[in-house]
């Protein structure tokens, strides 16, 4: 796309803030572009693990002419704490979400989220029912079909430990390269550099071993009241499209399931007809 940014201008565009998790002051880093003087619903994206907020470049600056685009790192991720010691779960995730759209005196927001990104829109969507507007859940975690393997073994500290910032680096490339439909480097670099380093190896460690699953088994999701509708990659094998479905038959206010030719990393792989389909949602 043309409007796709180099990995520089993404990040050179990004801001900072403090937030307050279980008595820890964390700093997170957000992408906070677009138009600010609209009555549109700030529209906010969500990324999953091992990611950061730049899987959203083929996608959120499509939207920057209309409406304020926000995309966070969550803490653990991308150009947020990385540093050891508090929770990175899906939970926690939740409440720098909350914490994040207070500080930016943001009421109401529009989510759209991928893989565990997902899951955290998921829990606040259920817990601040009004808050939400629309929801878009692409290749997203729910209920029980979560860890993938790569994520628990990556979570073991056994496994971690034995592996040294290159070994880490090589089983990131590798599995991006196996997993996206045309492996673009700038992306790949983008994801696995976040990592490169003693305290990334160690975050991406924790960032895998927080992935408890009973805080998407524990949801109330008839409290999602949130229009929902699911971007999915119909040949995912992290995230398969049963989910989709499922959470389609579940949910009481959905849009339907819009099936793509793709794998897990959506957003990336087919950022153009993402955009098609995610403006078809918010019009």
Known sequence: MTNEPTLQEWTDAHEETT?????????????DEGETDTAETPLVFLHGIPTWSYLWRGVAPAFEADRRVIAPDFVGYGNSAMHDGFDRSIRAQERVLEELVTQLEVDQIDLVAHDIGGGVALRYAAHNPDAVETLVLSNSIAYDSWPIQFIVDLG????????????????LTQMFQSTLIDPDDEFVEAMVSRFRSDEGRISLSRNAIATNTSHTTELDYSAITAETSFIWGENDGFQPIEFAEQLNDDLENTAGITRLDANHWVPEDRSTAFVEALSNVLE
């Open 156 to 171: 073991l500290p056994g496994t971690i430990n034995d592996m040294s910032v290159e070994d880490v680096d090589e089983q």
């Open 19 to 31: 937030v307050s998790l279980d008595n820890h002051e964390l700093t997170v880093s957000y992408y």
